[in-house]
């Protein structure tokens, strides 16, 4: 059984902010969504309600890191770059302010429906010049997601995980690294942040099969180490399969994409999210089924790519968590 | 299309269903019920001019997201029937105050009982922050700010093709925060757009709490006249205010009512929960059991048997 973890951002931020007096803790009427109402109750010299108003907090941050503050900004991701997307790149991005976003609820982690999704926030940010970009996948991630934002000079754009969060792994995020969670040489699955719990599902009925795969999961999407992603991809007989929770289209699928060609990497690539689509609302493991997200879609998609029927159903894959809807781990039911 | 109950009775059964549904699901949107049931309930059952719902009363499973391979796609607005030149249209633009807004839907016959039941359940239209294809939604406004300038841009467009109905816009008190909300008025003033109306219910209360904790707003009222609406403050409890409001003469201008509530109103026992009422989730068995019993006895109806 895999470990649970409640809210781990809630512990980890208080702990990293707490009694540093140049970190800033800004909220825009989502503090108790995204965790912080313990520390802004328990330290409200070091937070600032902005109100729902986020175009002005992205520009107020602006202002506070050029009096020197490092201000992490919370709220969930889609309203962090969809209306204040101006106000981020000027007030942001072109000065490099060393501004920690914390986007909540990343792609179809969240019933809300395309108003509360984050779809494209990843191919949004990796084109932006001097954003840096972590994403969270498990507890330990979420834990340490602070530090690994803190420590980059500049503006920093960071999926955050909340609620019940699993632990998978055991080491902090190391900005700009991989992690590599199994070193097959048939295939290689590269996956982020809840997509990776999906591919560990799959691991051993695709043992079973007889097929060898290499997993790499990335917390860092830029910058990013071409060298060893293509160093892995030399590794492997058959070619690549990304899964992500988010548009195929400039996210981590196009980034591995684009790592190949630059190569003239000759292999296959299957790149696997939302198709060109937009999300609605739905628990997440049945947004992960209808959209092709979850685990079986990438033993499909392995399928796929090496030509054969694995005849794998849902009934050899790890069981699915499902997640409370009503749980008390989250301040509504989004 | 009327509906035969009173304004009152309509605003009671929108507040016994939503409490229903929240005790069954162990929370929900249950204050907004508390501060906007007489608002949809007036728009519902007097105000709106809309024809017979086009849609079947029981809601049809989600179809899929607007793209060029669903040609069949449309929105929830057929809940509201026809949009047609003679006929009002409705924006609920806080898309979280959708749960009352099924309720209302159900309660002037618009919809069937079963909606509700389908709210946030996978596969559902019936989403719980209401979508562009949920019952009685035409544009999506979970993306709090925009119904406003929507709801402007509607007006203005049906204006100028000479079509007599109106544009109304049902909006919550947080979206003053947004400047969004203010470009809006300025250009509605701007042109003169005086068949737009809206109608917000000021609470007082936002996600984080009390709106004077979280970011003041200060007198809006005067706001809103300086940035060129008509704007009428009222207790958005009086349907006799809410009656008269509407006939305030606004040549020119867009209309706005300011309903000024009380976010547990008619369920006393949320008082406890102030000024942290946005999403109400009963923290304890014990705490559920006890409003259970006490908003059932101020809605006159019997308690909730949710354990099953
Ligand atoms: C642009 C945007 N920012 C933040 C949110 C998250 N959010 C949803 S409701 C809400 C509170 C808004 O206040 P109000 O609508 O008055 O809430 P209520 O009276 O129902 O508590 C917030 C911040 C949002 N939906 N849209
Ligand atoms: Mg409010």
Known sequence: ???????????????????????????????????????????????????????????????????????????????????????????????????????????ITTPGGMTHQSIEDISVMRSIPNMTILETGDATEVESICEAADSIDGPVWCRVLRGSVPRLFDTPIKVGEMRELSSGDDILVVTSGICTEEAMRARSALAKAGLSIRHLHLHTIKPFDSKALLDHIGSVKHGVITLENHVTEGGIGSLVAETMADAGVGKRLIRLGLKDTYAHGGSRPYLMRYYGLDALALVRGIEDLTGQQFGITENDLDSARVEDVHSLVKAEAL | MRNERTTEEVALGIRRRVFEHSMRNNGGYLSQACSAG???????????????????MIPKPFEGVPSPSNPDYHTGAGYNGPA???????????????????????????????????????????????????????????????????????????????????????????????????????????????NLYAIMDVNDQQCDGAMSSVMEVGDIKTKFQNFGAACIEIDGHDLTAMRDAVKEKHDGKPLIILARTNPFHTMSILEERFPRLHYVRFKSEDERARMNVSIAADLGVEPVDYSH
Request: hydrophobic letters at 40%.
């Open chain 2, 84 to 194: 047609t030149p003679e006929f009002d249209r409705l924006f609920i633009a806080p898309a979280h105050y959708a749960l009352v807004a099924y309720a209302t839907l159900i309660e002037v016959g618009r919809m069937a009982p079963e909606g509700l039941e389908m709210f946030n359940k996978d596969g559902s239209s019936v989403e719980m922050i209401g979508a562009e294809h949920s019952p009685g939604m035409e544009v999506h406004n979970g993306t709090l700010g925009i119904g406003l300038s929507t709801g402007a841009g509607l007006a203005y467009g049906r204006k100028r093709r000479g079509e007599a109905g109106r544009t109304w816009v049902f909006m919550s008190d947080g979206e003053v925060q947004e400047g969004q909300t203010w470009e809006a008025v300025q250009a509605a003033a701007h042109h003169g757009i005086d």
């Open chain 1, 1 to 107: 059984m895999v470990e649970m973890v409640s809210r781990p951002y809630a512990k980890a931020f208080e702990s990293f902010a707490a009694g540093n007096p140049d970190i800033l803790c800004l909220s825009a009427d989502l503090t108790s969504s995204c965790e912080v109402d313990g520390f802004r109750d328990r330290h409200p010299d070091q937070f600032i309600s902005l109100g729902m108003a986020e175009q002005n907090m992205m520009s107020f941050a602006g202002g506070l890191g050029l009096a020197g503050y490092r201000p992490f900004i919370h709220t969930f991701g889609v309203f962090m770059y969809r209306r204040p997307y101006d106000q981020l790149m000027a007030s942001i991005a072109y000065p490099r302010r060393k501004v920690r976003l914390m986007g909540f609820l990343p792609g």
């Open chain 2, 38 to 56: 007489e608002q949809l309930a007036w728009l519902y059952n007097e105000e709106l001019k809309l024809g017979a719902p086009t849609l079947p």
